[in-house]
Every structure is written in C-alpha cells, then in structure tokens.
C-alpha cells in the first residue's frame, strides 16, 4: 500500500469518506453570529479550507472569502467546487500568503489541533494582524474528552461509496498527541493508500492565554456549532473570539 503525504490522496475522496454534511449548518451559525455586527461582515479569510464546502456555503450567503490551505491537492478540488470570485491561495501555517484586512476568519474541522503549541501562537498572532479592529476569529478544536474518546476507541473502520477505510490512532496523553493512520481501499480495482496525520490536543487554558497574547478577548466557547457552552463532556469546541478595538490592544 501506497504511503503518501497527508491531503494528497485523500483529498480525492476526502468529501465522500472524512466529512459529514454539516457545513451549510455551520455557515448560518456563522451568518447569525455576525449579523449584530455594528460593522458588518463582508470579507471572511477561511483558514484550512480545505476542498472548499464551508467557503461555498458562505459565499452563497454573500460573504466575499478567501481560502487558504496548505494542500494544494485539497485546493484542486476546492477550484473545482468553488465560484471564481472565491480566491484560494496555497500557505502553510502559521504563514498567511494573504495580504489586506479581514472582517472575519473562520478555521474548522480541527484544522488548528494539526498546529504544535509554537506553531498555534505564530498562526494566532498571525491572523491578528490580518483581522480589523473588533474582527471576529472562530475556530473550533479537539478537547480532553475528544483525546480520551480516541484513546478508548483507537480503530474506526467501515465502507463508504466506493471505498473501505481504516483509520488507526496512538494516542499519548502525556504529550498530548494523536497520530492517525488514514488507510483507504477502493472496493473495485486498484489504488490503495495510507496517509500519516498528527495531531496536537491542546489545553482550554493554553488557548486562552495564546489568544490574549494575539489582542483577542474570547466572547464564548460553544459545544460544536451550537448555542450549548462546551463543558467537560464537549467532544469538539468552537471559540468565538474578537480581536481588540481601536485604543485596547
């Protein structure tokens, strides 16, 4: 079997196997969210785009995004999917190959928990820059429920479409780390792969602390994309943070 680098082969069935249909339930979180905005929201950065479901959604929503990912396979199919006017653009964190202001950036699907703790804080600091005065940053995160979920379950394996997948992962709750090995078998013919994916589980107070340190002010911290608070049983967190007005950084 074929070991290839994470989002390369995956991309192509990255829709069918990895992601459930919830993106156009997160962009209306995102649409209310905003909507109080004295300023308004026009110009939202999608860091981590990934094949472009949640840019679609909110540039059918009206919103003007620009998506950024590392994988340009990823980007390919995005490409593919996306209207011309939602530019994409290949940059690997914590570097922003973007230039100009944004009214909001938006990361999801763990995108930052594939982030070392140094590499978060660079990215945090990062998107700072790039956000305007009371911009808005959501983002959502594994948690210590999510490591001990993957702990207690380490193998996942079923059929979707056209494929089978295996996805193994070690977790090391003292480093706070996941490695996953993503296997994918086609049911007909050829062109099995594996991809090597590691993840960082990082602490609620560290992201506090990096997101004070980058002039954000958290405002919530939700259970998924939902108006529940996230508490201890949270499987994935959503932080809402503001980055600090005029005259408060």
Known sequence: MAQVEAYTRLAGVYDEIVVDPCHGAWASFLHELWSDDEHGVHDVLDVCCGTGLLAGELAALGYQVVGLDGSEAMLARARRRLPPEVRLVRSTLPALAVDGVYDA???????LNYLTPADLRSTLAALSLRLRPAGWLVFDVHTDAMMAFTASRPVVRGEQGEHRFLISSVVDTSARTCDTRIEIVPLYGSGAFSEHHRQYFHRAADLQSA??????????????????????????????????SAGHE
Request: aromatic fraction near 10%; charge should be negative; include cysteine.
């Open 105 to 111: 950036a938006v990361c999801t699907f763990d995108g």
């Open 211 to 244: 997101l004070v340190d980058a002039s954000f002010e958290v405002t919530a911290v939700r259970d998924g994309y939902s108006e529940r608070p996230a508490d201890a049983s949270a499987l994935s967190a959503t932080w809402i943070a503001r980055r600090a």
